[in-house]
């Protein structure tokens, strides 16, 4: 089975819109983190806004905001007021693991990602 | 520039030969990961170090791979025999390797872009 499921392969947003990239996961462990990473033309990974499984309230970081539902196991990105350099893919992340509460060691598993075009 | 570097950018083999890239991590980061992505995935864990200790391997780091970081400072990864499927971009992260706290944020490299013909 995945372990993180991002099903929106492309998606097409007017500037100034809000957006909502989709992430599910899996996983058995009770402490995990969650990541989204930003990947532009470019190609260089680019650390967006993390939500750790014990974390009450949802993260916000400028626009990006992250709408975690555990219970679902869905850690869906939201990009308010989108801009023209939001185009890019958007990667899932997570880290599980009971070494996580230590501090997380180990590597990030990845989803496909979704690519993001904002239009004019 | 203090963030991760790698060198080479690209690199085009042919099929057999053997390819070595390195990577420069953000000099207090003690944590070391390296990465693979192919076209239309998300990157692919392959390995990491604690300072000069390798502590993890993905079963996708066949023995054609060897990774090393000698000092705990900058890392190289070598494909032996290379094969038209390690074409890939391969991306190096590092982090301070925090512990006691969830975020342990990693700093991504540009990458090295590899085709094998």
């Known amino acids: 089975a995945q372990k993180i499921t991002q099903t929106q392969p492309g998606m097409f947003v007017q500037e100034k819109e809000a957006v909502t990239l989709d992430c599910t996961y899996d996983?058995?462990?009770?402490?995990?983190?969650l990541f989204w990473y930003k990947q532009p033309s470019s190609g260089e990974m680019i650390f967006l806004i993390y939500q750790g499984s014990y974390d009450e309230q949802n993260a916000t970081e400028g626009r990006y905001s992250l709408n975690f539902q555990k219970a679902r196991k869905s850690a869906n990105l939201v990009i308010s007021a989108s801009q023209l350099g939001d185009s890019a893919m958007y990667f899932c992340a997570m880290r599980e693991g009971p070494r996580y509460s230590g501090g997380g060691a180990d590597g990030l598993t990845f989803g496909k990602g979704t690519h993001l075009i904002i239009q004019p | 520039d203090t963030g991760v570097s790698q060198n080479p950018r690209h690199k085009i083999t042919k099929r057999g030969q053997n390819v070595t890239f390195r990577c420069d991590p953000i000099?207090?980061?003690?944590?070391l990961y390296w990465y693979r992505q192919t076209l239309g995935q998300g990157p692919e864990f392959l390995t990491y170090?604690?300072?000069?200790?390798?502590?993890?391997k993905s079963r996708l780091l066949s023995d054609r791979f060897s990774a090393e970081r000698p000092k705990g400072s900058f890392s190289t990864l070598e494909i032996q025999r290379t094969e038209q499927g390690d074409s890939a971009m391969y991306l190096c992260?590092?982090?301070?390797?925090?512990?006691?706290?969830?975020?342990?944020?990693?700093?991504f490299g540009p990458g090295t872009r590899l085709t094998v013909t």
């Open positions: 996983t058995s462990d009770q402490s995990y983190g």
């Open positions: 992260a590092s982090s301070l390797g925090l512990t006691g706290t969830g975020l342990d944020e990693q700093y």
């Open positions: 170090f604690q300072n000069e200790a390798q502590l993890e």
């Open positions: 000099s207090e980061h003690n944590r």
